[in-house]
């Protein structure tokens, strides 16, 4: 019964930095075992995984995005955040937020949203 669903702009300028939330319902951001995600799929490319942060806190994410990702949470409001700074067109892609279990097992999914990079 768990949903995720991902807000923030569609439209992001060159250089200026990405904020998206995902709100979840039904389930708890700091049950334990569960890891919540962020995936990109750029188009005409394939699915990918950006980073995220596990149950207890701690934050990771891709080595090709590590110096530009920051993944935080509110444990008050249920959400955890993606910002990705100096935007370029490349980051123009489909957004999705995901839980999964840490073992490359991804069991829930936003329905994504649509970000375009430009000016």
């Known amino acids: 019964q768990v949903q995720l669903q991902e807000s923030g702009p569609g439209l992001v300028k060159p250089s200026q930095t990405l904020s998206l939330t995902c709100t979840v319902s039904g389930g708890s951001i700091t049950t334990i075992n569960y890891y919540w995600s962020w995936i990109r799929q750029p188009p005409g490319k394939g699915l990918e995984w950006m980073g995220g942060i596990a149950y207890n806190g701690y934050s990771y994410a891709s080595p090709a995005l590590k110096s530009r990702t920051s993944i935080s949470r509110d444990t008050s409001k249920n959400q955890f955040t993606l910002q990705l700074s100096s935007v370029t067109p490349e980051d123009t892609a489909v957004y999705y937020c995901?839980?999964?279990?840490?073992?490359?097992?991804?069991?829930?999914w936003g329905q994504g949203t649509q970000v375009t990079v430009s000016s």
């Open positions: 995901a839980r999964d279990t840490g073992k490359s097992n991804v069991e829930s």
